[in-house]
């Protein structure tokens, strides 16, 4: 969610940062912060994320996005950034590849299969 948004507020795309809640509210950047601060400045953007990581969580994430193919990865959404070191692979390091075989992808700290792939909806 955090390099999504940040993504997409380096781009000007402030329509675009949109996260759901549990209950199914949306939490959009520009309206919310067009009633909150009037401004859609750094400080507002900040506030923003913090009620974004109050209410939306993996699981309300995985609801607003679409399953990928095999060939297009995607992790498990971060308040904060944190990199995976390849321990298997330094030539990948930080990157893995996904054993199409056994429809896994090992990582030292999580084991994800294929179906657990998902992204964002193309626009």
């Known amino acids: ?3 999504r948004a940040e993504y997409c507020y380096a781009s000007h795309d ?15 950047f520009l309206e919310w912060s067009r009633h909150n601060s009037g401004s ?7 506030a923003y994320l913090t009620k974004v990581f109050m209410y939306c969580s993996t699981r309300t994430l995985e609801k607003q996005l679409r399953p990928k193919p095999r060939g297009g990865i ?5 308040q904060d ?3 995976v070191k390849n321990f ?3 030539g990948l390091n ?4 996904a054993d ?6 090992e990582t030292p700290e999580w084991t994800f299969t294929i179906n657990q792939l998902h992204g964002w909806p193309e626009k």
């Open 81 to 83: 950034i944190h990199l």
């Open 14 to 28: 402030w329509a675009a940062i949109d996260f759901y809640t549990e209950r199914g509210v949306r939490l959009n």
């Open 100 to 105: 199409t075989t056994r429809g896994l992808i």
């Open 40 to 46: 859609a400045g750094r400080s507002s953007f900040d």
């Open 1 to 3: 969610m955090r390099l």
């Open 74 to 78: 995607s992790y498990m959404p971060a």
């Open 88 to 90: 298997n692979n330094a």
């Open 94 to 97: 930080p990157w893995y590849t």
